[in-house]
Structures are given as C-alpha cells and as structure tokens.
C-alpha cells in the first residue's frame, strides 16, 4: 500500500493548544530566540528531539505498575539486565538515568588530560563529556558524510584507513575507539555492518577497545537489512545480535530506541573498568541495581527492547521520515541525504546562503519555522559545535536544523502541517535575519545562550 499507517492504536491524547504568530514572536523574543527555552505548552509540533519524548506502549505501562522498588537487588533490575544482554551479550550492565551519565562514567575512568577518543562523530553531550575529561574528541567520518547531497547508503561510517593512520601515531593517547549508530550529527546516518567489522580489525591490531553510543541501534540494524547485501533475509533482532559482537562496550540512551522517557546504560567487559564504573555510580547515581531509575523505569526499558526490534513498526518508522524528506525535496529545500532514521535534517547553510555561518544560518531557520508554525526544531551546526575548548569560535562541518520526530507521538497529518508550514518559511526565506549570541555558557551553549536578530 502506498498509504503509511501506525501500526498502533490511539488510546490517550494530550491537547496542544494553538498559538498565532504575533504570539509566537513575542514568545521565542522573551527566550532570547532559543527554542530550548521555550514553555513546551507553546509548542504546537515539538521536534527538537526524539530523545525522551516517545509515547510509551499499554505493554510498557504495564510493567510501570508492576515494577519493584527495592533498593537493591530489585526483579526489575533482573528483568532489564535480561533484556538488554538478549540483544547486547555484555559481561556487565550498569543502569544509569541517562545516556550521558553513563559517558560521564566511561570517559573519567577510560579518557583524561591529553588523550583523544575517535569517533565516527561524536555527538554533544559525548564530545562535551569527553572534552571535560581533558580529552580531545576527534571525528572520522567518511568524506561522503560530509557532504550532505551525497546518496552514500551508510554515510555514517567511520573512515577506517584515517583511523588505522591515528592509532599508527598516538596508540598511547587513545583509551578506546567510539561507534556513533547511527551518526546523529551527519544526519542520522547509518553505519554499515561491514565497517563496524572493518573497526573492530582496526582496534584488534592496535589493542584498542571499541565502544558503542549505541542510542539508536534498532533504526541502524533496519537500514543494514534494507541496504546491505547479504542481511535481506536476516531478523532485526538478529542484525543487532551481530552489531554488539564487535563491540566491548556500550553506551546508551534508553530514551530513543529502548522507547522510554528516562534511562540509559553502560555495558563493558572489562571487570576493572566495571568495578570503577560501579563505585562511580554508587556516588553519582545509585546503587548498581537501579542506577538513579526507578524500578518501575527498568521495567519499562525491558517491555521496550523487545518492542524497538519489531519489523513492522521499524518500516513504519523509516517511511514516515522518507515521507517528510521526500515532500520537502520535491518543493526545493535542501536536505541531508538519504534521509535518517530518526529525523530529517534541512541544509541551512544552502537554503540561507545570505546568512554566513557564524550568524548562524541553523538556528535562524529554527526561529522562523517556530515563528511560522509553532514548530520546535534543533540547531546541529556552528551554535552546537562551533566553540572550540579555548574559547575560540569557526564554522562547523555544517548547519543542519534537524527535524527529530518523537516515536509514536505524531500523526500524518502532524507531519502534513510540518511541511506546509515550511513551504510558506520557504516562500519568504531571503528575509530571515542572521543572529547573535549575547549571553552563553562555556560547554554546551546551545541549551542555554541567549540571541537576538542582526538587522
């Protein structure tokens, strides 16, 4: 059939209350023209992230009621350690409340002052923890994932011959090798099978352990199914099973492709890096069965493991975001290609090219399709990574605004007004203004800094 359809039923709805425009310029004007401080009530389509923001299924709610409190030795640790080692056969598993708590773990034990973590390309809250650890984080994708019309099927790759170079020349600064899957800040592209081989040959010849951010791993394993000669007829849950086999650790963001709202994980099978990571946790986050979640949490994260390697919602979930690229190419917008699992990403920097990149043609785009629709989208660009650790500032790679739909939250007809709201952004997009930072923090100051229109 032609016609996308949930493969779910609706059984509680949440209001959105609609907003006009000279309401919403006043509002994002009071932000300082940052969308991350907006009031989430004056937000009428919010994608400015996927990450804890799914709907959680009958199933899931389910296991909240029946989830067990016990400060220790909980069932539903149990249960969730048992979920996750089916798809992920790690010797340990360390709950924690989030993603980058568990990178905030793994790189104060395994970075630190003058080492470098290569990655594919790390992410923000990744580079930041590593960044804080006193390391350098360096990023080498592809070439084809950097350019952003580029129909490489797995642009998410790592390029393993810069990587073999680096490993050649500094062994001795680098702790462990990072694997973003898929590559959130190229676009939410996907890393073939046979590259994460390729890796892990890399790693194995120079000793190196290989870790996986791994928040997004059901939408990777699907595109290695559909794009990747030889996994056709294989299982999504058995695609993922090999995924992990390379790998020596993880570590996760239960709140994308576990579905959940809160809750991630560090998996390792270094005993002495587990020990070290579990006397961290017990002072930073809590005692090494609940990890700072309650359990009901950890039983939710178990229903949804099992959910995420469901075929039929992973087909949904890719062809929902081919739908939303596919409209927005044919009415001329420049998109990141092929389109991600997990979002679609508009080029900023070729649609605005009157706006240079340190007035940040990204977070200009973001504003106006708020001012236009209510819709809240993200900035991945030069506000997000153009701040070097000295202080100093230069164009990133590229300025993407991404379009990160929460799972199992909107309708078609959600994503329809997406799209004519960014035809009539598209109509007058010569007029949209450069910015300006006037107030921001020294990591991470996309979250918090404060704008205001040039001209």
Known sequence: M?????????????????????????????????????????????????????????????????????????????????????????????????????????????????????????????????????????????????????????????????????????????????????????????????????????CDRHAVPLFFDACRFAENAYFIKTREKGYAEKSVKEIVQELFSYADGMTMSAKKDALVNIGGWLALNDDTWAEQ????????????????????????????????????????????????????????????????????YIDARSLLPHIPPLQYPGQSLAVGLYEEGGIRACEIGTVMFGRRPDGTEEPAALDLVRLAVPRRVYTQSHVDYVIECIENLYRRKDALPGYRIVEQPRFLRHFTARFEPIG
Do not use: C
């Open 2 to 202: 032609k016609t996308i359809i949930e493969p779910f039923r609706i059984k509680s709805v949440e209001p959105i209350r609609i907003t006009t425009v000279e309401e919403r310029r006043e509002l994002v004007r009071r932000a300082g023209y940052n969308l991350f401080s907006l009031h989430s009530d004056d937000v009428m389509i919010d994608l400015l992230t996927d990450s804890g923001t799914s709907a959680m299924s009958a199933a899931q709610w389910s296991g909240i009621m029946s989830g067990d409190e016990s400060y220790a030795g909980s069932p539903s640790y149990y249960r969730f350690e048992s979920a996750v080692r089916e798809l992920m056969p790690f010797k340990h598993v360390i709950p924690t409340h989030q993603g980058r708590a568990a990178e905030k773990i793994l790189f104060t034990i395994a970075a630190g002052q003058g080492m470098k973590v290569p990655s594919n390309t790390h992410f923000d809250t990744t580079r930041a923890n590593v960044e804080m650890s006193g390391a350098e984080a360096v990023d080498l994708v592809i070439p084809e994932g950097k350019d952003p019309a580029n129909e490489h099927p797995f642009k998410g790759n790592m390029d393993t011959d810069a990587l073999d170079q680096l490993l050649k020349s500094e062994r001795d600064r680098i702790p462990i090798v990072m694997l973003t899957i898929t590559n959130n800040t190229g676009g939410g592209q996907p890393v073939s099978m046979e590259n994460i081989r390729a890796v892990r040959t890399v």
């Open 277 to 344: 990571a579990r006397n961290m946790l017990i002072l930073t986050e809590g005692f090494p069965t609940y990890g700072g979640l309650a359990g009901r949490d950890l039983d939710a994260i178990a229903v949804g493991l099992r959910e995420i390697v469901e075929e039929d919602y992973l087909r949904y979930r890719i062809a929902s975001m081919q739908y939303l690229g596919k409209a927005l190419t044919n009415m001329g917008v420049p998109i990141v290609k092929p389109v991600g699992g997990h979002a679609v």
